[in-house]
């Protein structure tokens, strides 16, 4: 038997349930439609199983986050700021807190808390969920849709909200649905790229660091003429290449630009805080006044214990050489590997191993004013499967609630 409704929200994400639950505010039957067994899958794997809901930062920060496809967000983000996300869960009995660089988080450190206020507004305010349910096709007819389940149900709709995500964590159930029906419904598909994914190197010492973490570091980003700088701030190295926060928010350009360029040169500046001067300083006065010393055992105040070996091993320099006998060719070695410690970028994790997809719906196709499509009426898009990605911080999750409250109106009030 056939089910009608006045908006059907396909994806129990952040960006469905978000525009599911502001459709019912409105008093619109609605139903959520989630082809896992529960909603917000994904949501328990952010932030570490602690869910960085949002950011305390500016709106102008957020589109800043964005890029050239922050100008489109920009109604979604006023539509339903980060302020409005965090009164939302606090009216809502979750009480929040902001750490470094503004990131929020939930007091119980917990992303099922998260899900649980999510899933009892969804009951609170009438939504019909109906988990398991992937949905094979959307059809259009007059002036409604026609969603067909793979269990070959049909559910008749006024207005469908496409919320799907992209292609990461495929086992959260991103595995591009919602790419393929906007692409069937003639919309334009920018490629899919990773974003926030670690990169892969090809230097055989990267096995010795795995788990090693360095901070307050600067790297730097090396492609022809070309290069990328980031802020300073953490790395981790594992078994296959580099992760960490800093790797992470700048890994979707590098996984462009990698398209282009067999590899890309990645240098790590160690001691950010000292100019090749102040540093050769330092060491001068270090090696004059422990000048019999080896030189390993001075290195304990320079850098982490498990890197000394490896550092001392590149520079060519035996590690248990006394440092009065080390020379000013040696010394100037040391410094530029201080200031920039070599790999080899040759690419990164897969997309499914991703936390965010680059790529998507394109904007140009969305009007961003409504989150409608400009191809087919009725039809709006919200989330991840909208091209635009942000780095690490809760900027990618407020684009998901924001999208999806905005949406969500939209559909409601059209």
């Given at each position: ?190 490629p899919a790229s990773p974003g926030l994914v ?77 100019e090749p001067e102040q540093l050769e300083s ?35 320099i035996d590690p248990d050489r006394k440092t ?91």
């Open positions: 038997m056939e089910k009608s409704y006045d908006i059907a929200v396909i994806g129990g994400g952040a960006a469905g349930s978000m525009a599911a639950i502001r459709a019912a505010q409105l008093r619109k039957k609605v139903i959520l439609l989630e082809r896992n067994n529960s909603i917000g899958k994904k949501i328990l794997m952010t932030g570490k199983g602690r869910c960085n809901i949002t950011n305390s930062a500016d709106i102008d920060v957020f589109l800043e986050k964005f890029g050239k496809q922050g100008k489109f967000f920009r109604s979604a983000f006023f539509a339903f700021s980060n302020q409005d996300l965090m009164n939302f869960f606090q009216s809502n009995g979750l009480e929040l807190k902001i750490e470094r660089q503004g990131r929020v988080f939930p007091v119980t450190d917990k992303a099922t808390s998260v899900v649980r206020v999510i899933s009892e507004a969804l009951s609170a305010n009438g939504v019909e969920l109906a988990d398991n349910k992937r949905v094979s096709d959307i059809k259009p007819g007059n002036g409604s849709f026609e969603i067909i389940t793979e269990g070959r149900e049909k559910i008749i709709c006024k207005k469908v909200v496409l919320a799907t995500g992209g292609l990461s964590y495929k086992a959260t159930g991103s595995t591009g649905d919602g790419l393929r029906i906007a692409g069937k419904f003639g919309h334009k598909i920018t670690p990169l892969v190197a090809k230097e055989a010492w990267l096995k010795e660091l795995q788990g090693l973490a360095l901070e307050n570091i600067r790297i730097t980003f090396k492609y022809g003429k070309s290069k990328i700088v980031s802020e300073i701030g953490e790395l981790m190295f594992t078994h296959f290449g580099v992760s960490g926060p800093l790797v992470l928010d700048l890994s979707g350009k590098i996984s462009i630009l990698l398209a282009e360029h067999k590899d890309i040169g990645l240098f790590i500046d160690l001691k950010p805080g000292l330092k060491l001068l006065h270090k090696f004059q006044t422990k000048g019999n010393i080896h030189l390993k055992n001075l290195f304990k105040d320079i850098l982490p214990q498990r890197l000394i070996a490896v550092f001392l091993n590149i520079a060519g009065n006998q080390i020379t000013s060719d040696q010394r100037r070695v040391i410094i530029n590997l201080l200031k920039g410690l070599p790999l080899t970028i040759t690419g990164t994790l897969l997309i499914e191993e991703a936390m965010v997809t680059g790529g998507g719906v394109s904007t140009e196709e969305i009007d961003p004013r409504t989150m409608e499509s400009r191809l087919v009426p009725g039809l709006y898009f919200a989330g991840e499967v909208i091209d635009g990605a942000a780095s690490s911080g809760g900027y990618n999750l407020q684009q998901a609630f924001s999208t999806g409250y905005l949406a969500g109106e939209s559909a409601a009030n059209a």
